[in-house]
């Protein structure tokens, strides 16, 4: 399997602009998170969707963001609009399972967003 | 809530040496525990798991014990190399839950 597999790999944009981060998780996985990285506040959940539902997105910071699944094998992630404090990187991981506690989450290698 | 505490690092080690970095964790039921590795500029990668009290996962030389007693769950490595240079992750997942609580990370380097 290819694994889960996020775009583009860097993203430079200037403050104000839309952002569209976008996600392929493992074909046959039912869940899909996505996390944001930074050197203060670690790694941070803002939303998974299982079954293409989203479950939680009390993560998400406000209202600039949104995230969508519109099928199994796809999912964006994107921020209107953006500013400097957005910079961080962004991971999308996908599980198989039912939500319980057993089931191991497989990450892609991220999206290093720069906001100017 | 559910939560991960970890040694904070940086820990740095020569080669061969013994690796040993804490994790203790708080949950309400009874959760699967994780170890994730990230390598630079990398997403974090699954190391090891253990599903249950005295359970071990154990990969590529990395061990960690499942103890229920003291809510740990301690990565250990006797030998050292160069390539494990990273970022290490304790995680637990709790029962019912979809949400993967993960700790601050310590950051490993191990000099030649």
């Known amino acids: 399997d290819a694994g889960v597999i996020q775009s583009p790999r860097h993203e430079v944009t200037e403050m104000g602009q839309e952002v569209t981060l976008r996600c392929k998780p493992i074909?046959?996985?039912?869940?899909l998170f996505w996390y944001r990285q930074t050197m203060m506040r670690g790694l941070e959940l803002l939303i998974y969707?299982?079954?293409?539902?989203?479950?939680?997105d009390s993560g998400m910071p406000e209202d600039r963001f949104s995230a969508k699944m519109p099928n199994a094998s796809f999912s964006t992630l994107k921020i209107q609009p953006s500013e400097p404090r957005d910079s961080a990187v962004y991971f999308c991981?996908?599980?198989f399972g039912a939500g319980v506690a057993t089931d191991t989450q497989y990450f892609g290698p991220g999206t290093r967003l720069t906001v100017l | 809530g559910d939560s991960v505490t970890q040694m904070e690092g940086p820990v740095t080690l020569s080669e061969e040496a013994f690796l040993t970095i804490n994790c203790t964790y708080t949950a309400t039921g009874y959760p699967s525990l994780f170890w994730y590795v990230q390598y630079p500029g990398e997403g974090l990668q699954l190391l090891l798991k253990a599903t249950k009290a005295d359970d071990k996962g154990s990969n590529k030389g990395f061990e960690a014990t499942y103890r229920k007693e003291t809510t740990s769950f301690h990565l250990e490595k006797g030998s050292v190399q160069v390539s494990d240079s990273a970022v290490y992750f304790c995680a637990l997942r709790d029962t019912g839950g979809f949400k993967t609580i993960f700790g601050a990370g310590t950051r490993l380097f191990v000099k030649a």
């Open positions: 991981a996908s599980s």
């Open positions: 074909s046959g996985h039912n869940s």
């Open positions: 969707f299982n079954n293409n539902v989203p479950i939680d």
